[in-house]
């Protein structure tokens, strides 16, 4: 059964990266951009079993590793956002241009240096680059308006409904002396956050002015469960920590499951398309590193629980990120450090056979391949025409 969740960070949340920390480790704490799919799952589970009143014994965590967790993004006047696709080129001028598969005239052109053969980079046309410039930043966050009409093809242009990522919040600290209650000599930190009660508008100026240049936001997640898990899911409301130093969040079920659903746009661009474009929502983690499992030598594979035969044309992604952990189940301890391709991460498809409409139903679902990291909410996946 599926629940869904509203979370209202109350503290600036701790979602640390892997460097050291700690007594003779360092004393500068680094974050990550947003939180990872694993600690937000980590913080769920926790809190359901909290809910139902269960031990962390070694079958209450098994039971707990099968609850599906999607989540956490942004909402903000009950519009989901998704992170920024990396087919998004920001000219100075022209504002976000559209990276595809090289190919003009019939002809393609250049190659890549990508371990498959067959793959064509990613690029602008000559029309679109005529000249050679330094790409902006795009907004870190797109209200669905825009992303949806970005991956059925349509114009985008950057406004004040966009959102940029969170700023990071660095506290010092000073260890006291339990005696006298003083400060220790050389004993300072610093701890980083990321405040995400409220996101800056991308037209926001920076100077540290108005509210208005801020957009209040919940986190929305989404949850699969069964038996006593699903009956705590359906009850949630209440604070609990999430990521580290027990920093809180308020936690409670909702009924606003819709704007999970794929658009109506999507849909109809998919229902006419011979050509797919996958884009990760959250970090993906494949066996092959930036390739997904499901393709095979050829690069040609069916998505996970999809009716449709995609041969792999192009790829755009960033450089790989490292994801970590410990296992409170058996075996207990570190758990391996994992590649993942970044959240943004866009794939080419050519259809090769089967329904390309099946695909509207598998927005927002996991496409990594371990069961484990597509029950943590690793790989959710949207997908549109090119």
Same mark, same amino acid.
């Given at each position: 059964? =599926?629940?869904? @969740?509203?979370?209202?960070?109350?503290?600036?949340?701790?979602?640390? +990266?892997?460097?050291?920390?700690?007594?003779?480790?360092?004393?500068?704490?680094?974050?990550?951009?947003?939180?990872? *799919?694993?600690?937000?799952?980590?913080?769920?589970?926790?809190?359901?079993?909290?809910?139902?009143?269960?031990?962390?014994?070694?079958?209450?965590?098994?039971?707990?590793? &099968?609850?599906?967790?999607?989540?956490?993004?942004?909402?903000?006047?009950?519009?989901?956002?998704?992170?920024?696709?990396?087919?998004?080129?920001?000219? *100075?001028?022209?504002?976000?241009?559209?990276?595809?598969?090289?190919?003009?005239?019939?002809?393609?052109?250049?190659?890549?240096?990508? *371990?498959?053969?067959?793959?064509?980079?990613?690029?602008?046309?000559?029309?679109?680059?005529?000249?050679?410039?330094?790409?902006?930043?795009?907004?870190?966050?797109?209200?669905?308006?825009?992303?949806?009409?970005? #991956?059925?093809? &349509?114009?985008?242009?950057?406004?004040?409904?966009?959102?940029?990522? *969170?700023?990071?919040?660095?506290?010092?600290?000073?260890?006291?002396?339990?005696?006298?209650?003083?400060?220790?000599?050389?004993?300072?930190? =610093? =701890?980083?956050? @990321?405040?995400?009660?409220?996101?800056?508008?991308?037209?926001?100026?920076?100077?540290?002015?108005?509210?208005?240049?801020?957009?209040?936001?919940?986190?929305?997640?989404?949850?699969?469960?069964?038996?006593?898990?699903?009956?705590?899911?359906?009850?949630?409301?209440?604070?609990?920590?999430?990521?580290?130093?027990?920093?809180?969040?308020?936690?409670?079920?909702?009924?606003?499951?819709?704007?999970?659903?794929?658009?109506?746009?999507?849909?109809?661009?998919?229902?006419?398309?011979?050509?797919?474009?996958?884009?990760?929502? %959250?970090?993906?983690?494949?066996?092959?590193?930036?390739?997904?499992?499901?393709?095979?030598?050829?690069?040609? &594979?069916?998505?996970?629980?999809?009716?449709?035969?995609?041969? @792999?044309?192009?790829? =755009?992604?960033?450089?790989?990120?490292?994801?970590?952990?410990?296992?409170?189940?058996?075996?207990?301890?570190?758990?391996?450090?994992?590649? #993942?391709?970044?959240?943004?991460?866009?794939?080419?498809?050519?259809?090769?056979?089967? +329904?390309?409409?099946?695909?509207?139903?598998?927005?927002?679902?996991?496409?990594? +391949?371990?069961?484990?990291?597509?029950?943590? &909410?690793?790989?959710?996946? %949207?997908?549109?025409?090119?």
């Amino acid at each position: 059964m =599926t629940s869904f @969740l509203d979370v209202r960070a109350r503290d600036p949340i701790v979602c640390r +990266d892997g460097r050291p920390f700690g007594a003779n480790q360092g004393n500068r704490m680094k974050s990550l951009a947003w939180p990872l *799919p694993a600690m937000i799952a980590g913080s769920c589970r926790a809190l359901i079993a909290n809910t139902a009143g269960r031990d962390f014994s070694l079958q209450t965590g098994r039971e707990l590793l &099968g609850l599906e967790i999607a989540g956490l993004f942004p909402v903000a006047d009950r519009c989901l956002y998704l992170p920024a696709p990396n087919d998004c080129v920001v000219h *100075p001028d022209k504002g976000p241009l559209r990276a595809a598969p090289a190919k003009e005239h019939g002809i393609e052109l250049g190659g890549c240096d990508w *371990p498959n053969a067959g793959l064509r980079p990613v690029a602008l046309s000559e029309s679109e680059a005529t000249e050679d410039f330094k790409p902006e930043f795009a907004p870190a966050w797109w209200p669905m308006a825009a992303y949806e009409r970005w #991956m059925a093809g &349509g114009p985008v242009s950057f406004d004040s409904g966009f959102l940029k990522g *969170p700023d990071v919040e660095y506290r010092a600290h000073v260890s006291l002396n339990a005696g006298t209650g003083s400060a220790e000599e050389g004993e300072l930190f =610093t =701890t980083a956050a @990321l405040p995400l009660a409220h996101l800056r508008r991308h037209c926001a100026k920076t100077d540290g002015g108005l509210l208005g240049n801020f957009a209040e936001i919940e986190l929305a997640g989404r949850v699969r469960a069964t038996g006593w898990c699903e009956d705590a899911a359906k009850r949630l409301d209440t604070l609990h920590p999430l990521g580290g130093e027990r920093r809180l969040a308020h936690w409670k079920a909702s009924k606003s499951g819709s704007i999970w659903n794929c658009p109506v746009l999507i849909r109809n661009a998919l229902a006419v398309s011979t050509h797919v474009r996958m884009v990760l929502a %959250t970090p993906g983690i494949f066996r092959d590193g930036w390739k997904p499992g499901w393709l095979d030598g050829d690069l040609i &594979g069916t998505p996970p629980s999809s009716k449709v035969k995609l041969r @792999l044309v192009g790829v =755009t992604i960033q450089r790989w990120q490292a994801v970590s952990g410990w296992s409170l189940v058996a075996p207990t301890g570190p758990k391996p450090v994992k590649r #993942m391709v970044p959240a943004g991460g866009a794939y080419f498809f050519e259809k090769v056979d089967g +329904d390309v409409s099946s695909l509207a139903d598998q927005w927002l679902e996991p496409v990594s +391949d371990d069961s484990q990291d597509k029950r943590d &909410g690793f790989g959710l996946a %949207t997908w549109g025409s090119w």
